[in-house]
């Protein structure tokens, strides 16, 4: 299988706050992994390409100080929301392909769900 | 020009209908075409994955690809009221590169 899946599934915090979100992948090593936030109503934009060891790549107009990201080993990446605020609620989801699956396939966690107050 | 277009709808249509969500793309790039199911509050869930044009059949699901057009396609026959979600079109290039996603298309099948 390919099992990705995201902590936690929900969160609401206060504005200001930092939130850590985690992305792990089950049962596969994923050297790279992908976030992606989706807003109401709004189709899944890609934030930034996560790779294990190395520092991530932003998309433009991704503030990388904001939108923390570490890949630490070949199962975990983490997304962390530095001071947030509510214009940061938007449901986060984490994708990785996998290297014995076919071609660029990627599978997606379950989705974050951020509420900042 | 965004380089993935697709109609977000939404699209009702009662059940049994024959259901036909499409995309059009930009980038000569893309190689990998997927599409996508996601209901409400979930992580968006594989339903047909293509790589060269023509045509791929799944149960009720048929995906078509006309590279030379940069136009896909999702068929849905004998649509039933569980197939009521958001359908999202994804398309990459080769190598290990992020999917570019269309808008989603709601699509509300009525019983």
């Known amino acids: 299988g390919a099992v990705v899946s995201q902590h936690p599934s929900w969160v609401i915090c206060k504005s200001g706050t930092s939130v850590k979100i985690e992305c792990r992948s089950l049962?596969?090593?994923?050297?790279?992994m992908f976030w992606y936030r989706q807003f109401p109503k709004q189709s899944l934009m890609l934030m930034a390409t996560s790779n294990e060891g190395s520092k991530a790549t932003y998309e433009q107009g991704v503030e990388k100080d904001k939108f923390l990201i570490n890949h630490a080993s070949l199962t975990l990446s983490t997304l962390t929301v530095t001071s947030a605020h509510p214009e940061d609620s938007s449901f986060y989801i984490c994708s990785a392909p996998h290297s014995e699956k076919r071609d660029n396939e990627q599978f997606f966690g379950p989705g974050t769900r951020l509420t900042v107050l | 020009q965004k380089e993935v277009e697709q109609d977000p709808g939404p699209l009702s249509v009662p059940e049994g209908a024959i259901v036909s969500l499409n995309c059009t793309y930009s980038?000569?790039?893309?190689?990998?075409f997927m599409w996508y199911r996601q209901y409400s509050r979930k992580g968006p869930e594989l339903l047909m994955y293509?790589?060269?044009?023509g045509n791929k059949e799944d149960g009720r699901f048929t995906a078509q690809v006309d590279k030379s057009s940069k136009y896909i396609s999702l068929f849905i026959r004998d649509s039933q009221p569980s197939d009521s979600a958001t359908y999202l079109c994804?398309?990459?290039?080769?190598?290990?590169?992020?999917?570019?996603f269309g808008k989603g298309t709601r699509l509300s099948v009525i019983a």
């Open positions: 980038n000569s790039a893309f190689q990998y």
């Open positions: 049962d596969f090593q994923a050297t790279t």
């Open positions: 293509t790589y060269s044009s």
């Open positions: 994804a398309m990459s290039a080769p190598g290990n590169t992020p999917l570019v």
